[in-house]
């Protein structure tokens, strides 16, 4: 399951005329996965009083912002309160998941083959088992109920997924490298400083991504330990579709605005995100 | 080899995130199954003992009857419907097309969304609204001649569960689309070409040669897949709310914890889920580590 992407490269092979037959399913696919952005977009840039339910899959007569500027208007505050807690989140998860991934591959101590699968384990589990006493216990340390709260959440629940990513990429640096460092008289924090830390570049954007993703797009976490003041987007856009107060079409364009930050990632980093999903394939 | 002092400093770097993890993840599990055992009913803590009778009745309970034919309805459409689906799409963009990269990239965009997102659109794409007031996939439907594909989607009695798995499967077919991908490029292409030499169809190199070559990562992708729907949550409540005919464990247990104030209920639940996804995850993790080459 340490499959990189480089395995997905395009490889040359015989091409017969058929072959291109099989750009119908890819066609019908496309369009499949396509459908939820048409509408999405079709909507958003409608003016309100183009917009109906009836006539939702035509095209917009002229580009109008009406349901994005009433959508931000809207989630604007959520939408920076998950800022203020996803940026934070991704970076200290990242250079916790580093060092924990540099003393577990490269400085191996006694007891350290056991913690390792016992970490992994905390990111399978089911949430819903440990929500009654997590509540409780960020009561009981005054962070119950804002966002600095949900960012501790989120890098003590980020410490399997990031641990493992570093750990697996840190593996495939030659060991050779930290022995030399050792032998020249560095100690573990220099090389981790001057030997690790410069070529970790790639792992770090790898993580920063997967954390900023897994965060933005949390729900479960958000809704039981945020209050209303400090929710961030997506407890908001939930919120804003269940009540009979705000128009379908300002859902979808706020739907949208809420998809574009981590949509933007995906499509400038792709690379990344995908071998994120493909290094911890271990992760759902 | 370690320096002693190394070796401190070692122990000292990780020791934050193992009490951590220790305290929020095992310590907090442990905590959770005592609720569970305890009559805590209410605002304030009560963990006067109640033992397994808890379960016994969580066991007896009809909403808990539901939740557990919904769980079974939603993971075999997901889990086969994403694997077949991605399989398939695995297969199709094997065969080195032009234009490759752009369907696989636009496959797995939905991975990167929230499901909160997917939930909000797909649940005006099935409205289930009939007659004039007709929308989303089933006006489709209707104009592009397919009326026979017009239905209730979500709101369909007793399968109301399948739409809400399309809509997962809508998400997460990519994932399976790019581990299947990975699987075929490993496979050497000396042994295709082996194949092709003696005679072998297109159609017999995958069945017969692929196939069984993919095995591990359908093992894989079913326990990902699996322990997935098992946790379905904000999917739902983004497309129907809380609803008993969409209920699923995951949602009884939120509402009759935090709503509901049974803490002991919400407590079982939480630890019934946690029960069935080891029974996926620790022998998958024991084999994958074992297996991993040394490091």
């Known amino acids: 399951m340490t499959t990189t992407t480089s395995s997905l490269k395009i490889r040359f092979r015989p091409r017969l005329k058929w072959k291109y037959l099989l750009y119908i399913p890819l066609v019908f696919l496309a369009i499949f996965y396509l459908l939820p952005m048409y509408v999405m977009l079709a909507t958003g840039f409608k003016g309100f009083e183009e917009v109906s339910l009836q006539t939702m899959w035509n095209l917009p007569s002229g580009i109008r ?14 939408l920076l309160n998950s800022l203020n807690m996803v940026i934070p989140a991704a ?72 641990t493992l990513t570093f750990r697996n990429y840190y593996a495939a640096i030659p060991t050779g490298l930290v022995e030399a460092a ?81 949509l933007f990632i995906y499509i400038v980093l792709g690379q990344y995100f995908l071998r994120g999903l493909m290094a911890g394939s271990l992760k759902g | 080899m370690i320096k002693n002092k190394d070796k401190y400093v070692a122990i000292a770097l990780v020791t934050p995130s193992i009490i951590a993890v220790g305290i929020f993840v095992y310590g907090f599990i442990a905590w959770s199954v005592r609720v569970s055992l305890s009559a805590w009913k209410g605002l304030l803590p009560d963990y006067t003992w109640a033992g397994f009778q808890n379960y016994l009745n969580l066991f007896a309970d009809p909403r808990f009857h539901i939740d557990i034919r ?47 997102v997917t939930g909000v659109v797909w649940r005006w794409l099935m409205n289930p609204a009939e007659g004039s007031r007709m929308s989303g996939l089933n006006l489709l439907f209707d104009k592009i001649g397919l009326d026979f594909l017009i239905n209730q989607w979500y709101t369909t009695p007793k399968w109301g569960m399948a739409a809400i798995a399309l809509t997962a499967i ?93 803490y002991w209920r919400g407590a079982a639940i939480g630890t019934l889920l946690l029960l069935s996804v080891s029974v996926l995850i620790i022998p998958y993790l024991i084999y994958t580590l074992r297996t991993e080459t040394e490091l």
């Open chain 1, 182 to 262: 050792r032998i020249d008289g560095a100690n573990l924090l220099k090389t981790y400083w001057y030997i690790i830390l410069p070529i970790s570049i790639p792992a770090f954007v790898v993580v920063l991504i997967w954390q900023f993703t897994s965060a933005w797009n949390d729900f479960l976490f958000a809704v039981v330990l945020t209050g209303s003041q400090n929710w961030p987007i997506t407890v908001a856009l939930n919120n804003m579709a269940g009540s009979q107060i705000i128009a379908w079409n300002v859902q979808m364009a706020g739907s949208f605005i809420t998809a574009l930050p981590t």
């Open chain 1, 65 to 78: 912002f009406d349901n994005f500027a009433e959508a931000l208007d809207k989630l604007s505050p959520y």
């Open chain 2, 170 to 262: 809508w998400q997460m077919s990519g994932y399976m689309m790019a581990l299947y991908l990975a699987g075929l490029r490993s496979v050497p292409e000396e042994i295709r070409e082996a194949a092709r030499v003696d005679g072998a169809t297109e159609l017999q190199i995958y069945s017969r040669i692929m196939l069984p070559y993919l095995q591990p990562v359908t093992l894989s992708a079913m326990i990902i897949l699996g322990h997935i729907s098992l946790k379905v949550f904000d999917l739902i409540i983004a497309v129907a709310g809380k609803q008993l005919a969409l209920d699923v464990p995951a949602i009884y247990m939120w509402q009759t914890t935090f709503d509901g104030l049974f």
């Open chain 1, 91 to 162: 970076v200290i998860s990242s250079f916790v998941g580093s060092i924990n991934g540099y003393v577990l591959s490269k400085w191996k101590f006694p007891g350290a083959d056991i913690i390792f699968p016992l970490l992994l384990f905390g990111m399978f589990i089911p949430y819903q088992s440990i929500l009654i006493p997590l509540v409780e216990f960020m009561k009981t340390i005054h962070m119950y109920g804002g966002l600095s709260g949900l960012v501790l959440v989120h890098v003590i629940y980020g410490i399997p997924i990031t």
């Open chain 2, 70 to 116: 919904n769980t079974l309805v939603f993971t075999i459409i997901f889990v086969f419907g994403s694997l077949i689906l991605g399989l398939f799409m695995a297969i199709l963009l094997d065969q080195g097309l032009p234009g490759e990269n752009f369907f696989r990239n636009l496959f797995l965009f939905p991975m990167a969304i929230s499901f909160i």
